[in-house]
């Protein structure tokens, strides 16, 4: 079965900080994505950012890198020069190949001090 | 905004009740999808249609069905209502291509009293 797990339910940091949100996966398919997902106090969710499991190069959007370590199955998000816009909800999920599904974590509430 | 449009927003109603909630994909998208959001379960897969065919299903309750019409819009019905399932109720959508990312729509918040 696939798990993911955020160990930080919650994280403060000050404005323009870079901050990084942790992600372990457990899975024992070798073709998996990665995602994660942001979760303002309106409810919607936003997809940041997407990771491949045969990506070689970390992905990037804009602000955000995903720190992508295989060995370690670790996914963890890089938020660079944080805004007060990002606090929010981030959930990290994952794919497998064959299923359609996203499997998420538990989620990690970020706050930004101005 | 993602594209994909989900009425009603908010939903009160009383147990032992039937509610259908309303999804409608974002342009192009055959696949939806319905996951579950509460405190104690955090959000979980329910069911996903690929046009208009069930093609995966979750942790979805006997009391709740759903299914995907021509037009490609999707309903989820949630009958005999309990106040567990007080929760909010995403619907996604994603091309069947490329790296498979799901869109999520606002989403609607059940009430069960």
């Known amino acids: 079965a696939q798990k993911i797990t955020q160990t930080q339910p919650g994280m403060f940091v000050q404005e323009k900080e870079a901050v990084t949100l942790d992600c372990t996966y457990d899975t024992s398919d070798q073709s998996y994505g990665l995602f994660w997902y942001k979760q303002p106090s309106s409810g919607e969710m936003i997809f ?20 992508f370590q295989k060995a370690r199955k670790s996914a963890n998000l890089v938020i660079s020069a944080s805004q007060l816009g990002d606090s929010a909800m981030y959930f990290c999920a994952m794919r497998v190949q064959g299923a359609q599904k996203l499997v998420f974590g538990q989620g990690t509430r970020l706050t930004i001090n101005p | 905004d993602s594209g994909v449009t989900q009425t009603p927003k908010h939903l009160i109603t009383a147990t032992g009740q039937r509610v259908t ?12 999808y319905w996951y579950q959001q509460s405190l ?21 309750l006997e009391r709740f069905s759903a299914q995907q019409f021509p037009d490609l819009h999707s309903e989820l019905n949630l009958s005999s209502l309990e106040l567990g399932d007080s929760a909010l109720y995403f619907c996604a959508s994603s091309v069947p291509t490329g790296n498979n990312e799901q869109f999520f729509g606002p989403g609607t918040r059940l009430t069960v009293l």
């Open chain 1, 48 to 67: 940041l950012i997407y990771q491949g499991s045969y990506d070689e190069q970390n992905a990037t959007e804009g602000r955000y890198s995903l720190n």
């Open chain 2, 21 to 32: 909630l309303r999804c409608s994909p974002r342009s192009g998208d055959l696949s939806v």
């Open chain 2, 40 to 60: 104690d379960q955090g959000l979980q897969f329910l069911i996903q249609y690929y046009n208009g065919e069930e093609r995966a299903k979750g942790n979805i």
